[in-house]
């Protein structure tokens, strides 16, 4: 698509700068709709796994339920069963969606 734009502001001749322009139009549009966004929500997540501590329910990545037992630098110990423990990586771990909803009615 963009070698498209390219010749057809090459065929046009006058006005070297409108293919220029559209580029960096294009550019702009996919910064504003596609990559702000992302990084919005990926700080939003960060701040959410941050703000998690001992006896907080969360889900994993893989879609396990359970409730923080112990917390170090980079990881959790999440119990899923009465005994049962698990070693987790922090980037993996997001707040469950119930408590999700408590903090967002208060």
């Keep these: 698509m963009l070698n498209l734009?390219?010749?057809q502001a090459a065929q046009q001749g006058g006005g070297g700068y409108t293919g220029i322009i559209m580029i960096v139009a294009m550019v702009a549009i996919f910064y504003f709709f596609m990559i702000r966004p992302q990084n919005k929500k990926q700080k939003e997540i960060k701040k959410a796994r941050e703000a998690l501590g001992n006896g907080d329910r969360v889900v994993t990545a893989g879609g396990i339920y359970?409730?923080?037992k112990e917390?170090?630098?980079t990881t959790f110990i999440i119990e899923i069963?009465?005994?049962v423990n698990i070693k987790?990586?922090?980037t993996?771990?997001?707040p469950a969606p119930e408590?999700?909803?408590k903090d967002a009615k208060k």
């Design 81 to 83: 069963a009465s005994g």
């Design 5 to 7: 734009i390219i010749l």
């Design 88 to 90: 987790i990586e922090k």
């Design 66 to 68: 359970g409730k923080i």
């Design 99 to 101: 408590t999700v909803q």
């Design 71 to 73: 917390t170090g630098d």
């Design 92 to 94: 993996s771990v997001y």
